[in-house]
Every structure is written in structure tokens, then in C-alpha cells.
């Protein structure tokens, strides 16, 4: 048997799955160049997933970063409606919507939920009314609410591994400093660490880090590579240096996974890729459980 691809229709949009029915079909898969830039496209998306994650948790920046993906949907529209590349109005439109909502939350005395909140509602309200000026085929459009790691092309590898260099290089640098600041700010800026200047340079990498994951894993699901790999880690581990490890190591490893399951089982490779991470979260979550009622 050799692998093949279908497409099924679901809610107007397409998903791309894999029919594999033995490791013969697996191995003969994985000859396609679609293929292979799947695969080192979630590996990247799940090492940069896991080190962005990490300090996304531990700082509280999980609905930061879940209004981000959500509100990239007017970026899309956007380039949709002046017929260019979406990427082009997309990966702008998610770093300043970044930066505008952080400076929001440093300027006014409402709270951070508060304030993504009403931005997040805004964004998506404007979303939708752009989206029925389009007169075309929308089939693209809906794509991005899911995502299809198999339409990742060379441009997107490069851009992942070059945020993935770029934030490693940013954050394992300053990697002191960057711990106590997500473990205290006040005391950060007392002892001389430029808090406000890597506030903005991580909101930055995560806004990007947001906009490349969408075509592959969606609007709704992209927050899943930044919280879950990372919430597991944290359970098994309260040390920072090997939490950030597990977050990275688990981020990978879900990604690959994912998509074996993805080709064995038929199912879209983007939320396989989440299924996976969600179902290592309860094995890691019921095992310190019982870690902790055995102690």
C-alpha cells in the first residue's frame, strides 16, 4: 500500500490528511518534500513553542497571547481584501496589535484582562464585518481558523527558524535577568535589568511567534503550542532551567507525534499536533497526582 492524500470538505474548507495504514505507507510518506517541511515545521514550531511558552506561563501571558492569535484574523482579511499575500498584512498587523495592547496596559489603571478583553472584542467585531466585504471564494479565509501544516512552504521554515534563533539568542543571553523578571519585576529594575525594553522585545516575539504558527495550526488552536507543552513541564518540574528544557524537549516531541497520529488515524495534523499535547498534559497532570499522594 502506498500513501495517499484526500481532501475532505468540512464547513467549506478543506482539510489535506494523510491515509497510512502500516509503517511501510509512514516511510514512503515521508520521501514527499511536503512532507519534510511538515515535519520540520512543527519541530520548529513546537522548540519555539516551548521556549516562548514557558515564560508565557510562568508570566501569566497566556490570554495575551490567545487575543493576539484571535485578533490576527483582521490581518488576514486584510491582505485578503487588498489582494496581497496574506503573510504581508499579517505578520505587521500582529506586532503592532502586540505592542499597542502592552502599551494599553501600561497606560491606563484598568486591568490586563480588562484591556484584552475590550481590544480582543474590537478586533474580531472588525474581523468579521471586513470579512463580508469579501466577494470571492472564502475557502482561504476559513482555512486560517484551522490551519494546515502541510501547506508549509520554504519561506515559512525560514522565518520560523530565524525567530527561533533570534529568540534563543534574545532570551538564553539574558537568561538572569529574564528570570527575575518573571519572577519579580520590582526587584529586576532596582538591580539595574532594563524591564520596559524586554517587556516589549518579548511581546514582539511572541506576536510574531503567533503570526508564523497560524498557517500551520490556525487561529484557534496556535495558543495550544505556547500553554500546553509548557503547563506540563511546570508540573514536573519547579527548577527553571529544566523547566524551560521539559518545555522545549515536550514541545518537539508533541509535534512529531502529532503527526505520526495524524498519518496513522486520518485526521487533520494540526489538531493532532494539540490532541497529543493535550493528552500528555492529563498523563503528566494525573501522574503528579499520584507522585504526590505516593510522597
Not at 70 to 97: E, S
Not at 172 to 188: G, K, W, Y
Amino acid at each position: 500500500m502506498f500513501a495517499v492524500i484526500f481532501v475532505n470538505l468540512v464547513s467549506h474548507y478543506h482539510f489535506q490528511l494523510l491515509a497510512v495504514t502500516d509503517s511501510t505507507d509512514l516511510i514512503s510518506l515521508l520521501q514527499f518534500p511536503f512532507m519534510q517541511r511538515a515535519i520540520a515545521g512543527g519541530i520548529l514550531m513546537g522548540l519555539l513553542g516551548g521556549l516562548l511558552g514557558s515564560f508565557v506561563t510562568l508570566r501569566q501571558l497566556s490570554f495575551f497571547s490567545h487575543a493576539v492569535g484571535h485578533a490576527a484574523l483582521v490581518g488576514i482579511v486584510m491582505g485578503t481584501l487588498l489582494q496581497l499575500n496574506p503573510n504581508l498584512t499579517l505578520l505587521p498587523f500582529t506586532l503592532i496589535f502586540g505592542l499597542a495592547v502592552l502599551y494599553l496596559i501600561d497606560k491606563t489603571n484598568l486591568t490586563s484582562d480588562n484591556i484584552l478583553s475590550i481590544v480582543l472584542s474590537g478586533a474580531l467585531a472588525i474581523g468579521v464585518i471586513l470579512s463580508s466585504l469579501i466577494k470571492s471564494y472564502r475557502g482561504n479565509l476559513m482555512g486560517v481558523l484551522f490551519g494546515d501544516i502541510l501547506a508549509i512552504d520554504n519561506t515559512d521554515l525560514i522565518l520560523i527558524l530565524l525567530l527561533l534563533v533570534g529568540s534563543s539568542v534574545f532570551l538564553l543571553s539574558t537568561l538572569r535577568s529574564q528570570i527575575l523578571l518573571t519572577l519579580n519585576p520590582a526587584v529586576a529594575k532596582v538591580q539595574g535589568v532594563p524591564v520596559q525594553l524586554y517587556r516589549y522585545l518579548f511581546v514582539v516575539l511572541l506576536s510574531l511567534a503567533v503570526a508564523v504558527s497560524i498557517k500551520a495550526v490556525g487561529i484557534l488552536l496556535v495558543n495550544a503550542f505556547l500553554v500546553i507543552p509548557a503547563s506540563s513541564a511546570k508540573l514536573l518540574s519547579q527548577q527553571f532551567t529544566r523547566f524551560l528544557w521539559l518545555s522545549v524537549i515536550l514541545g518537539a516531541l508533541s509535534s512529531i507525534v502529532g503527526m505520526i497520529v495524524s498519518g496513522f488515524f486520518n485526521f487533520a495534523s494540526g489538531p493532532s499536533i494539540v490532541l497529543v499535547q493535550f493528552l500528555l498534559f492529563l498523563a503528566v497532570l494525573a501522574w503528579s497526582k499520584l507522585k504526590l499522594q505516593a510522597g
